[in-house]
């Protein structure tokens, strides 16, 4: 059963930077998709950023591209999200996503498993 924790999460200051982290386990993920999602006070889940486990291509929203950057480490079955120049706009909690069918999807339906999520709190 595949298992995602994520962990990172806290409260900084406009422009500081945060990294979080997404501990995979559970099966081999060689072909999976890795996403991470976020979802504001009653806003719907957001698509944030993906990355194919194998070649390791990714995706950004609009939004965050240019500041957050997804990577994955094989050795230690994580992902991670680095995020700078954070904007209080970005507060919400992340949530990792994995999906076995190596596409890409944007929106949150299609992916398999989730994590519990990590709370980001922005400042101004």
């Known amino acids: 059963q595949v298992q995602l924790v994520e962990s990172g999460g806290g409260l900084v200051q406009a422009g500081g930077s945060l990294r979080l982290s997404c501990a995979a386990s559970?099966?081999?993920?060689?072909?999976?998709?890795m996403g991470w999602f976020s979802q504001a006070p009653g806003k719907e889940r957001e698509f944030v950023a993906a990355?194919?486990?194998?070649?390791?291509?990714?995706l950004y929203a609009t939004s965050v591209k240019g500041r957050f950057t997804i990577s994955r480490d094989n050795a230690k079955n994580t992902v991670y999200l680095q995020m700078n120049n954070l904007k209080p706009e970005d507060t919400a909690v992340y949530y990792c996503?994995?999906?076995?069918?190596?596409?890409?999807?944007?929106?949150?339906?299609?992916?398999?498993?989730w994590g519990q999520g990590t709370q980001v709190t922005v400042s101004s």
């Open positions: 996503a994995a999906d076995y069918r190596n596409l890409i999807a944007t929106m949150p339906q299609p992916w398999s498993y």
């Open positions: 990355i194919r486990w194998s070649g390791g291509s990714t």
């Open positions: 559970g099966r081999t993920f060689g072909g999976y998709v």
